[in-house]
């Protein structure tokens, strides 16, 4: 495909917000899921600039949807921060664009998190996949990119899953369940299924019952000034729910360290079928001093206690 056409410096302005009030978690930072919906948000605007924009797609009946994402996060963003987004393209098929999407601080121009996701295009919701319009293609190559070291897998490097989420094989393996939940019309993007958000969102708020199964009161940690927070995830999407489906989220821890832990999760629909599944590298956060901890001993004597042997993403 040749060299990159840009460098990361020279990518376009693909989203503008504002941190609100309501994407503030009780870590005092904006949560994971808003990263991710925001980075939804940019690549929709580089569609656009390829000539893949809603009003193709719709007179197509066409969607884009993204398959899986690496996310790094690098710096807390806090409320009311104005934010943007910059997006590139570092990898183009007949039938998949690779894009490179960066949140920044807009006034320091401090990047706060990056993502790197495998976007197609399908006829419909449930239709089958297709190829892009050769003129998109080549729109493509103007915005081409090489991945930055510091949006480069770290601790989490899995090009593909290693297995596809099996219910029985969770209940064998005794994973933890986090979450049991129905899907709202809140949560559905234009497309009529559930925003690709959904599926961090849900681990994150399934965190505390996560650790309520190996008896850390969540809360009264954070009483005392500690809490945590996520340095990477790994997510795979195999199916997105629609309104009014149920999901299922089992939970394990797969490997803990000094100061960080790596846990998993496979996320079911209602019939047990797999939905997604994600890794997630974590570390224990001082509230005060807005840094990492290193993680007390007994919580990594308990972590260490719930790995689960097998367990994979």
Request: glycine residues 10%.
């Amino acid at each position: 495909m040749g060299t990159p056409a840009l460098s990361i410096d020279q990518l376009p302005i693909t989203f503008r917000g504002t941190v609100a009030p309501s994407e503030i978690d009780e870590m005092g930072h904006m949560n994971v899921r808003y990263y991710v919906h925001k980075a939804g948000q940019a690549a929709g605007h580089l569609f656009n600039m390829i000539g893949m924009g809603p009003d193709r797609r719709k007179r197509l009946g066409l969607i884009h949807a993204p398959l899986d994402h690496h996310v790094r996060f690098l710096k807390e963003s806090h409320l009311a921060m104005p934010i943007n987004a910059r997006s590139g393209i570092v990898a183009i098929a007949p039938d998949c664009l690779r894009i490179y999407t960066e949140v920044l601080h807009a006034t320091s121009g401090a990047v706060s998190a990056t993502f790197t996701g495998d976007y197609v295009l399908t006829h419909g919701l449930h239709g089958e996949r297709t190829n892009f319009p050769k003129d998109v293609l080549a729109a493509a190559e103007q915005y081409k990119c090489a991945l930055p070291d510091y949006g480069a897998p770290r601790g989490i490097n899995l090009p593909q899953p290693t297995v596809i989420p099996n219910w029985q094989q969770a209940e064998a393996l005794g994973l933890a369940e986090i979450s049991r939940l129905e899907v709202g019309t809140d949560k559905i993007a234009a497309d009529g299924a559930v925003r690709p958000e959904y599926f961090i969102g849900t681990i994150s708020d399934g965190i505390p019952a996560f650790l309520s199964t190996i008896d850390i009161d969540r809360a009264a940690r954070l009483n005392d000034g500690v809490g945590g927070a996520a340095l990477e995830y790994r997510l795979f999407y195999f199916r997105r729910p629609e309104a009014g489906e149920l999901t299922i989220t089992r939970s394990g821890f797969i490997e803990v360290g000094n100061k960080t832990f790596l846990h998993g999760h496979w996320i079911f629909d209602q019939n047990g079928k797999p939905l997604a599944a994600t890794a997630a590298i974590a570390v224990t956060f001082d509230l005060k001093a807005r840094k990492s901890l290193p993680m007390p001993p007994e919580m990594r004597a308990a972590y260490e206690e719930r790995v689960v042997p097998g367990f994979a993403v």
